[in-house]
């Protein structure tokens, strides 16, 4: 915490020293190119530098990118347009995680500054954040209408062509897979550093298995600076598909040596219980992805159907089975799989205590009136014999 603290000092007065002698270019349009958070903390340009900031907060919660945005924003309040100011206004006003109010705030602004590039920018980005917690045709609509406004005043950039391929390949009401790839392959093509494009190129790449694509994207994205873990998570499940276990363990590895996200190496520990080899491998790896996961639903069942079909354990499978489905109640290949123990559980039941028991009680009550009957028998005899005598004393008499 103290190095952290020390080195955020640092980056405050380096980017004050930098506000005095940096020449003042371009204006906050540049983010079209440049959407990632820290490429525009690192680029020579204070206003994109002061935005990167106030993004930087959002992502992070940590106050001092904002207190650093403050400072820095007020050195060169007066190179702002009014637009900017107003979007600048909205950033150091919202509170991480907080979608809607800023949502609505940028909509109303886009009414008020019609020809504003980086008010429909920033209302295309909370509006579509929005939109993945709860769709909404309308909102879809919106943003659709937002990117052909920024097209029609700046033309295609980065940042629209990003935010239309994902509608395009996901959208029910404007899907165009097809050309939402052409785009986003053409764009990339003339951008292979802007990591956004990048990481949704890899995405839909995988998505539609083009297995070719993903090596070449691969030997691309391994020389950038900055890689994004969700990426080379895809990376590695791609390599795997593929049967390539060199790559795919050479992923895996600068996961574990460079990720410190749970999600991350949850996944990464299931992804090397899969290419394991033996049995008692895979199932450290998965329960190893259960340390940092214990709700990994695919880890969870990959344990059941390991112990099942190894140790025929069935209680143990049972359980990672069913706490998997309670995780994710829809998995077609558990649910078989359940159904196939409770039909062997009943098939061993019938055998190991059902029949035997049956057949004891058989036997028992076989038992039981053999000795009924011998019973009766004797007590027959007895009752003859006490007869006889009896006859036998009054003839004497």
Known sequence: MKARNKLLKKLI????????????????????????????????????NTLGLYLKFLETSNEEYKNTANLLRARIYNDFSADESAVLNILSETLPNQINIPEKKLYELSKLYKDSVIINAFYIEFAYKSLTEEYN????????????????????????????????????????????????????????????????IVRLSYESQRYDKIEELYSVYTTLNKKDEKTMILFAKAFQEMEKENITRNILEWLINNSNKK?????????????????????????????????????LGKIGMEYYKTSKDKLISRLYLQKALYYKNNDPEIIKLLKEIDKETKITGLFSYII???????????????????KKNKRKDEENNDAGESEKNNQNT
Request: aromatic share 10%; net charge negative.
């Open 13 to 48: 007065i380096v980017l004050l020293i930098i506000s005095n002698i940096v020449i003042f270019g371009g204006d906050l349009e540049q983010y079209l190119q440049i959407f990632d958070t820290d490429s525009l903390i690192n680029q020579e340009n204070n206003k994109l």
């Open 263 to 299: 999600s991350i190496l949850s996944s990464t520990y299931e992804i090397l219980g899969d290419i394991s080899s033996t049995s008692t491998q895979k199932i450290n790896n998965y329960k190893k992805s259960l340390e940092y996961d214990e709700k990994n639903p695919n880890s």
């Open 356 to 374: 035997p028991l049956s057949l004891f009680v058989i036997i028992f009550g076989i038992l039981l009136l053999n000795i009924n009957k011998f």
């Open 137 to 200: 045709a309308t909102k879809e609509k919106l943003i659709m209408e937002s990117i052909e406004k920024i097209e029609k005043l700046n033309g295609e950039s980065p940042f629209t062509v990003y935010y239309k391929s994902i509608i395009q390949w996901y959208s029910k009401i404007n899907s165009n897979p097809s050309k939402a790839y052409e785009n986003l392959e053409k764009m990339y093509n003339n951008n292979r550093d802007n990591i956004k494009l990048s990481q949704l």
